[in-house]
Nanobody, 124 residues
């Protein structure tokens, strides 16, 4: 069993930055592909970014490429999402997820473990 806890969400202005963190515990000897997804009210859960367990390759959705950066912490069980130049359309609940995907990292179905989510609100 893997537990994921997100933190770092909040209310910011357009153009501001935020850094989300996800700490995962349980079965830490196994490496996971870590993903960030987001869900706005009335919309589906969308892929934001992922970092693979094989070679730490980052992947991004087109909507955040160049503005967001995903990375692993030195503690190995932490993953970050640095969000810069935030836009109002970035407003959503952001979820951290863990899985063993090597390809197709944007599919929520490949992540069996999920956190509870953290709200990010970008105000204009």
């Amino acid at each position: 069993q893997v537990q994921l806890v997100e933190s770092g969400g909040g209310l910011v202005q357009v153009g501001d930055s935020l850094r989300l963190a996800c700490v995962y515990s349980g079965r830490t000897v196994i490496s996971y592909t870590m993903g960030w997804f987001r869900q706005a009210p009335g919309k589906e859960r969308d892929f934001v970014a992922a970092i693979t367990w094989t070679d730490n390759s980052p992947y991004y959705s087109d909507s955040v490429k160049g503005r967001f950066a995903i990375s692993r912490g030195s503690a190995k069980n932490t993953v970050y999402l640095q969000m810069n130049s935030l836009k109002s359309e970035d407003t959503a609940v952001y979820y951290c997820a863990a899985g063993r995907a090597q390809k197709e990292v944007s599919s929520p179905a490949l992540y069996p473990y999920w956190g509870q989510g953290t709200q990010v609100t970008v105000s204009s």
